[in-house]
């Protein structure tokens, strides 16, 4: 199970953290990402975690958004920390192992978190 939470609605320029909790899945172990899902858009993964800490983001994040995993292991906790929102940011987040966890033959998805930003 993937526990997404901290979203919300915020101007633009503002700040978010959001989380990731686990359970049956270890995130210290294999690769982990951000996803979104912007209205009438398909989900994408626009931050990456690999599992010996190396990060890559789309370019739209890039020098605004950060990954990082818990050091405690046992929080088995992801983070986005989003800064400097912008309204196209907006979207439901979801965090997942890269490639997706797959349950019964299809990909597994947490409920997300919706971030708004207004401009």
């Known amino acids: 199970q993937l526990v997404e939470s901290g979203g919300g609605f915020v101007q633009a320029g503002e700040s978010l953290r959001l989380s990731c909790a686990a359970f049956?899945?270890?995130?210290?172990?294999?690769?982990v990402g951000w996803y979104r899902q912007a209205p009438g858009k398909q989900r994408e993964l626009v931050a990456t975690?690999?599992?010996?800490?190396?990060?890559?983001?789309v370019d739209s994040l890039k020098g605004r958004f950060t990954i990082w995993r818990d050091r405690d292991n046992a929080k088995n906790t992801v983070y986005l920390q989003m800064a400097n929102l912008k309204p196209e940011d907006s979207g439901v987040y979801y965090c997942?192992?890269?490639?997706?966890?797959?349950?019964?033959?299809?990909?597994?998805w947490g409920q997300g978190t919706q971030v708004t930003v207004s401009s």
């Open positions: 997942n192992t890269v490639p997706p966890v797959v349950v019964a033959g299809e990909n597994y």
């Open positions: 975690l690999t599992s010996d800490n190396v990060v890559d983001y």
């Open positions: 049956k899945i270890l995130l210290w172990r294999v690769d």
